[in-house]
């Protein structure tokens, strides 16, 4: 691919007006991601933001490395948020805020604002290096046009958007699976030992991060041996980069080997076959979902077919992108088709591909065009671009939209305004926003029954202890406590925001519906707070004025 003859002749002017788009892009992908970054808050409605930093906290408490928990594994994250909790704490004891650490966590349980909104800043920086590095990667495949375009894309898609937005690993694995492929295209090209060195290095930095993250190395592999078949002498180069990855994956997460059991335990429990609103239906079934649902929402109609015939186009006629971009990317694509379960978030790595192969097919009908006018058509890449983008911008605006108007906080609301003073209530999420007001609040807990959640705030609950209690389930809700201490959650009043999705699939879930089932036995559902599609998101919310003794 060839860049289109410059309007502007001044290679240093060309330079300029290169760099000022760029800086143009990032701004606007910052200020996307800034925009409702602190959705919900001091409510916590990722039900796995918690995980991640208490965890973090648990580090800091401990004075240890050993984050004590492998599931992703996470390593890099936990050990970021750690390091941003505790620049959080430094600043709070420096200005008085805060009279000592014991302060600073008292602080942080009261409202979790105060530690979870620097970690989604720790997330947003990634997801605009994210697009900084989707720039790189498209000008070293097909000059600075491909990348801007690229960069753009990934600016504005809704679903990078919403995940650079929340404490997860995702967008954090992106960025080394990025440089990872940079590093793959260096050595397609040059095959230096420095950067079969540096593929390995982000290959098991991206590893640390998220375990899947690992399959990129098959991008820098076959670049590799692609050289080794065209004569070149460079099997040590290729088995050094596997020690990198090996090494540098055990150098910044030691306790893979050192506590080895505590891994096998976390993965066993990662491996679940269902989990309601996520199960699976097989590959064909999977690859079908994420297509129609993250990428259509994000792409648009035209977006995604440009996206598809880019992929295909770009596999054909460029040998760069078939060795050393695409085999590490679609083996992602492979294994989360692959796996029972389907999340939204699993196609996150996947998206700087996509945002590429879009820009590629975009400039490859560009160049066709002006071929076959005879023009020059400066201003067709842009203008298809703006076009492109539009059903993109319309999707961040619903996302906000929707995010900013979440059912739980509707629920917030309406017990606000209804359920009197002194009244005790059920809960099902981390509803901070409302553990200030005059209730007394329980929490489904596995093993532990429900708790008390001022008693259990006010102790500073660990989570070493949340995970004991939850006794390996997929969620901490009603479905899951222990049988025999349902009766430890009756309460006045109830706010479940699990119960819908189990009724949806009755058949798998049976054992968790009868739980609610028997403890919603003589209750009357006084409030039922729904999605509404362009206006709020979030679970379907009931409200139940319980009865506090056995029918």
Same mark, same amino acid.
């Given at each position: 691919?060839?860049?289109?003859?410059?309007?502007?002749?001044?290679?240093?002017?060309?330079?300029?007006?290169?760099?000022?788009?760029?800086?143009?892009?990032?701004?606007?992908?910052?200020?996307?991601?800034?925009?409702?970054?602190?959705?919900?808050?001091?409510?916590?409605?990722?039900?796995?933001?918690?995980?991640?930093?208490?965890?973090?906290?648990?580090?800091?408490?401990?004075?240890?490395?050993?984050?004590?928990?492998?599931?992703?594994?996470?390593?890099?994250?936990?050990?970021?948020?750690?390091?941003?909790?505790?620049?959080?704490?430094?600043?709070?004891?420096?200005?008085?805020?805060?009279?000592?650490?014991?302060?600073?966590?008292?602080?942080?349980?009261?409202?979790?604002?105060?530690?979870?909104?620097?970690?989604?800043?720790?997330?947003?920086?990634?997801?605009?290096?994210? #697009?900084?590095?989707?720039?790189?990667?498209?000008?070293?495949?097909?000059?600075?046009?491909?990348?801007?375009?690229?960069?753009?894309?990934?600016?504005?898609?809704?679903?990078?958007?919403?995940?650079?937005?929340?404490?997860?690993?995702?967008?954090?694995?992106?960025?080394?699976?990025?440089?990872?492929?940079?590093?793959?295209?260096?050595?397609?090209?040059?095959?230096?030992?420095?950067?079969?060195?540096?593929?390995?290095?982000?290959?098991?930095?991206?590893?640390?991060?998220?375990?899947?993250?690992?399959?990129?190395?098959?991008?820098?592999?076959?670049?590799?041996?692609?050289?080794?078949?065209?004569?070149?002498?460079?099997?040590?180069?290729?088995?050094?980069?596997?020690?990198?990855?090996?090494?540098?994956?055990?150098?910044?997460?030691?306790?893979?080997?050192?506590?080895?059991?505590?891994?096998?335990?976390?993965?066993?429990?990662?491996?679940?076959?269902?989990?309601?609103?996520?199960?699976?239906?097989?590959?064909?079934?999977?690859?079908?979902?994420? #297509?129609?649902?993250?990428?259509?929402?994000?792409?648009?109609?035209?977006?995604?077919?440009?996206?598809?015939?880019?992929?295909?186009?770009?596999? #054909?006629?460029?040998?760069?992108?078939?060795?050393?971009?695409?085999?590490?990317?679609?083996?992602?694509?492979?294994?989360?088709?692959?796996?029972?379960?389907?999340?939204?978030?699993?196609?996150?790595?996947?998206?700087?591909?996509?945002?590429?192969?879009?820009?590629?097919?975009?400039?490859?009908?560009?160049?066709?065009?002006?071929?076959?006018?005879?023009?020059?058509?400066?201003?067709?890449?842009?203008?298809?671009?703006?076009?492109?983008?539009?059903?993109?911008?319309?999707?961040?605006?619903?996302?906000?939209?929707?995010?900013?108007?979440?059912?739980?906080?509707?629920?917030?609301?309406?017990?606000?305004?209804?359920?009197?003073?002194?009244?005790?209530?059920?809960?099902?999420?981390?509803?901070?926003?409302?553990?200030?007001?005059?209730?007394?609040?329980?929490?489904?807990?596995?093993?532990?029954?429900?708790?008390?959640?001022?008693?259990?705030?006010?102790?500073?609950?660990?989570?070493?202890?949340?995970?004991?209690?939850?006794?390996?389930?997929?969620?901490?809700?009603?479905?899951?406590?222990?049988?025999?201490?349902?009766?430890?959650?009756?309460?006045?009043?109830?706010?479940?925001?699990?119960?819908?999705?189990?009724?949806?699939?009755?058949?798998?879930?049976?054992?968790?519906?009868?739980?609610?089932?028997?403890?919603?036995?003589?209750?009357?559902?006084?409030?039922?707070?729904?999605?509404?599609?362009?206006?709020?998101?979030?679970?379907?919310?009931?409200?139940?004025?319980?009865?506090?003794?056995?029918?």
């Amino acid at each position: 691919m060839t860049e289109p003859p410059p309007l502007i002749r001044n290679p240093l002017a060309r330079c300029r007006v290169r760099r000022g788009l760029l800086a143009l892009i990032l701004l606007v992908a910052t200020t996307l991601r800034l925009h409702g970054v602190a959705f919900g808050l001091p409510a916590l409605n990722d039900p796995d933001e918690p995980l991640f930093v208490m965890t973090a906290l648990e580090m800091l408490r401990n004075h240890s490395l050993d984050p004590g928990w492998f599931g992703h594994p996470g390593t890099i994250t936990l050990y970021g948020l750690a390091l941003t909790s505790l620049a959080v704490a430094l600043a709070g004891l420096a200005s008085g805020r805060f009279a000592d650490a014991h302060a600073f966590v008292g602080a942080a349980y009261a409202d979790p604002g105060l530690i979870f909104l620097p970690g989604r800043l720790l997330i947003l920086l990634s997801g605009v290096v994210c #697009v900084l590095l989707t720039y790189r990667l498209g000008k070293r495949i097909g000059g600075a046009r491909l990348g801007l375009l690229a960069a753009a894309f990934l600016a504005v898609n809704a679903v990078h958007i919403e995940y650079s937005q929340i404490i997860r690993t995702d967008v954090q694995a992106t960025v080394f699976m990025l440089l990872a492929t940079l590093a793959a295209i260096a050595i397609f090209r040059g095959g230096r030992w420095r950067d079969y060195l540096l593929a390995g290095l982000f290959v098991g930095l991206g590893c640390a991060t998220k375990w899947p993250a690992a399959v990129i190395a098959l991008s820098p592999m076959a670049a590799g041996l692609y050289r080794i078949l065209w004569g070149r002498a460079e099997g040590r180069r290729l088995a050094a980069f596997c020690l990198a990855a090996l090494g540098s994956l055990l150098l910044v997460s030691p306790y893979l080997l050192l506590d080895h059991q505590t891994v096998l335990r976390d993965l066993a429990g990662e491996a679940r076959r269902v989990h309601p609103g996520a199960t699976g239906g097989g590959f064909l079934a999977n690859l079908g979902w994420y #297509v129609d649902r993250p990428l259509l929402s994000s792409l648009g109609v035209a977006g995604l077919a440009l996206t598809l015939l880019g992929l295909g186009w770009g596999t #054909v006629r460029s040998r760069l992108l078939a060795v050393a971009v695409l085999p590490g990317f679609l083996a992602f694509l492979v294994i989360i088709c692959a796996q029972a379960l389907r999340w939204e978030r699993w196609i996150v790595p996947l998206l700087p591909l996509f945002a590429l192969a879009l820009a590629y097919a975009l400039c490859r009908l560009a160049d066709l065009l002006r071929a076959r006018l005879g023009r020059r058509l400066p201003f067709a890449e842009p203008l298809a671009a703006l076009l492109l983008m539009i059903p993109m911008a319309h999707a961040v605006w619903v996302n906000a939209a929707e995010r900013a108007h979440d059912t739980r906080q509707i629920a917030s609301a309406w017990v606000r305004g209804h359920v009197p003073p002194g009244r005790s209530i059920l809960i099902e999420h981390a509803a901070f926003d409302i553990l200030q007001g005059p209730w007394r609040f329980l929490f489904p807990l596995g093993s532990a029954g429900c708790i008390d959640v001022h008693a259990a705030l006010a102790g500073h609950i660990r989570y070493s202890r949340v995970e004991g209690l939850r006794a390996d389930s997929p969620i901490m809700d009603l479905g899951h406590v222990d049988m025999a201490l349902l009766d430890s959650c009756r309460a006045d009043y109830a706010v479940l925001t699990h119960y819908a999705r189990y009724r949806a699939d009755a058949a798998t879930f049976g054992d968790a519906l009868g739980r609610y089932r028997t403890l919603l036995k003589g209750a009357r559902i006084v409030a039922v707070i729904r999605p509404e599609p362009g206006r709020s998101a979030g679970p379907v919310v009931h409200i139940v004025r319980l009865s506090r003794t056995r029918p």
